[in-house]
Nanobody
Framework: QVQLVESGGGLVQAGGSLRLSCAAS????????MGWFRQAPGKEREFVAA????????YYADSVKGRFTISRDNGKNTVYLQMNSLKPEDTAVYYC?????????????????WGQGTQVTVSS
């Protein structure tokens, strides 16, 4: 079965950095666009970043543009989210997701598979 396993979350001070990883199995990874989403307490899940199957197209939410970078290694079936200049408002559970599509989507409902999430906490 398909599994997406996130790692790399933790507690960091404002201005710090974290790199999240998402290891995929049970699917043909290079056929899937991959996305990162996050959900803060009491808020709806929101789009953070997405990347197409080849890594040639990347999209970011305005709130993270210039601070976060999404990348993928198809040889390792892994997608990454490098997060720099973290802010307390970045605190959330971060989820990776896989979308069996050529066109990259920012829409939650279009993603087929989801990981269990990893907590990121940014202290002020």
């Amino acid at each position: 079965q398909v599994q997406l396993v996130e790692s790399g979350g933790g507690l960091v001070q404002a201005g710090g950095s974290l790199r999240l990883s998402c290891a995929a199995s049970g699917l043909t990874f290079n056929s899937y666009a991959m996305g990162w989403f996050r959900q803060a307490p009491g808020k709806e899940r929101e789009f953070v970043a997405a990347i197409n199957w080849s890594g040639g197209r990347k999209y970011y939410a305005d709130s993270v543009k210039g601070r976060f970078t999404i990348s993928r290694d198809n040889g390792k079936n892994t997608v990454y989210l490098q997060m720099n200049s973290l802010k307390p408002e970045d605190t959330a559970v971060y989820y990776c997701a896989a979308d069996n599509a050529i066109v990259v989507s920012t829409i939650i409902l279009e993603y087929d598979y989801w990981g269990q999430g990893t907590q990121v906490t940014v202290s002020s």
